[in-house]
């Protein structure tokens, strides 16, 4: 009979995980904390506690071998040192968008301005929940197309009370909003129909990855709407390779400055456009 004491739990789990994944004791630890709920000096002074009914453990254990990522396993991911909600509805944020968000930062100096912000892809929330809680007199609308993800956006907008300063709009790009928008941000589907992707994004949305045939298609029609709008400031972030499409389509355009910026490991991922 398996022994159902805490070290024992992890050294088994451990087992299952080992040639499927990187980092198997690890995220043994990590499974084992998320499952009990507790923390990790719990896990440390507690190794020879019994416990029980651990089906749904080795349910997790099971879904994190065949190399679904952990964090929709758990429905937790941190994000610019907040923890948000995640499940497989929408992207789980990545590190380099925490750029984005300092682009933001950077454009507008004083925290207190009253402001529209219009996000385009919200996903899970997390841009949109950042700026919020960075400018305090900032109204944000935020929009996708995919209703999965309003349902996730919407959970962390109310676990970070802010449902009076987000608004959620189901629709297309900026089809939704016949407002004014003072600043646009938005991290789009970038990768190019086709391309060949880690196994691990088989489980992400479809549609929160793929841009179109070239992977830049999204981006240019939100160049289009900014341009057609005069909206003052637009952040976006954008694949490593896409850095001269962008310029050479903004070429003959009216624009006061186009900066892109580079992410932690020197590609190309993102611009801030000012009209
Ligand atoms: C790369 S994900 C970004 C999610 C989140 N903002 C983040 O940074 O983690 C792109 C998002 O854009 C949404 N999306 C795709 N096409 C769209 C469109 N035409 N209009 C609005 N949203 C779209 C997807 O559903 C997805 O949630």
Known sequence: MKSNIVKD?????????????????????LLLMNFLKVDELWLLTNQNIEIQNTQELYKMTERRSKNEPLEYITNSVSFYSEE???????????????????????????????????????????????????????????VDISQDAIEIAKIN????????RIELRLGSLLEPIDESIDYLVSNPPYIEYGAKLESNLDYEP???????????????????????????????????????????????TKIKSLKFYKDLANFDRGFTLRL
């Not at 451990?14 to 630890?29: C, V």
């Not at 009253?114 to 007199?137: D, H």
């Not at 907008?157 to 009076?164: A, H, P």
């Not at 029609?221 to 709008?229: G, H, I, P, Q, T």
Request: proline share 5%; with cysteine.
């Open 206 to 252: 479809q549609n929160a990855l793929f841009g179109g045939e070239i992977g830049d298609e999204i981006i240019k029609e939100l160049l289009d709407e900014v341009l057609n709008r005069k909206i003052k400031f637009f952040s976006c972030e954008i694949g490593y390779d896409q850095k001269d499409r962008i310029a050479l389509y903004l070429k003959d």
């Open 157 to 164: 907008i109310k676990k970070f009370g802010l449902q009076e």
């Open 9 to 29: 739990i992890l050294a088994d789990i451990t087992k299952i995980l080992n040639p499927h994944i990187p980092r198997a004791p690890r995220e043994a630890q």
């Open 84 to 142: 948000f909600y995640i499940a497989n509805g929408a992207l789980i944020p990545r590190p380099e968008t925490e750029i984005l968000i300092d682009e933001v930062i950077k454009n507008i100096p004083k925290k207190n301005t009253k402001l529209t912000i219009a996000e385009v892809g919200v996903g899970s929330g997390i841009i949109s929940i950042m700026l919020a809680l960075k400018f305090p007199n900032a109204k944000i609308i935020a």
